[in-house]
């Protein structure tokens, strides 16, 4: 199988990206799995820009074929002024990073404002690095919101806990291994469409 970094060390996202791209035959590794430690400022103005920065910092650290996602996030109900954007976890004026508890109780006063539940808007992207050169795509999927958490929490993905698939009526901490999988994979089929178009371009 083909290496390749996926510039992370949340063990929840490698799992479920290991999972779309394995039948294209690439073995995805974690920064946790290469013993990287590394400080990436994110100060791209787009999901798209957040991801080619992080997806660099990982070629650079690894010199193998390295991807990143990013994530923009965007409620119905919310105000402009609250709208949580690129800075999902930068909920205070410092700009400093919450807890997965911290970011939970945020959204969940904030949704309980505006009626208890909305509709959200998840902007996504990849970027891909082989060889110095950038390939990068972004996608938009909807979402449920509801100020009422569920008692699970996704370790890294707190937002999993107030989220539910509107399909099966389960909050996304209560799907199986299987659901959750098929779930990501409906909404996020893009990343493994674009992969599957690169694929060349990644060495074994």
Request: proline content about 4%; overall charge positive; charged content about 30%.
């Amino acid at each position: 199988m083909k290496k390749i970094l996926f510039a992370t060390t949340n063990p929840h996202k490698k799992e479920r990206f290991q999972a779309y791209f394995r039948s294209l035959g690439l073995n995805v590794l974690s920064f946790s799995d290469l013993n990287i430690n590394i400080n990436i400022k994110e100060e791209g103005r787009t999901p798209e820009e957040n991801a080619k920065i992080k997806a660099m910092a990982g070629f650079k650290a690894s010199k193998i074929p390295t991807f990143a996602v990013d994530y923009g996030l965007y409620i119905d109900k919310f105000s402009d002024d609250m709208q949580p954007g690129l800075n999902i976890r930068r909920i205070h004026k410092d700009e400093r990073a919450v807890s997965d508890e911290e970011l939970l109780d945020h959204f969940v006063r904030e949704l309980e404002k505006v009626g208890g539940k909305s509709k959200g808007n998840w902007i996504s992207a990849i970027a891909l690095v082989t060889d110095n050169k950038f390939f990068s795509e972004s996608f938009s999927g909807w979402s449920f919101f509801t100020a009422r958490k569920s008692p699970k929490m996704t370790p890294g993905e707190p937002l999993n806990s107030i989220q539910v698939d509107p399909k099966s009526g389960k909050y996304f901490t209560d799907l199986t291994k299987k659901e959750w999988i098929n779930l990501q994979e409906a909404r996020e089929k893009g990343y493994i469409k674009f992969m599957k178009k690169h694929l060349k371009r990644i060495n074994p």
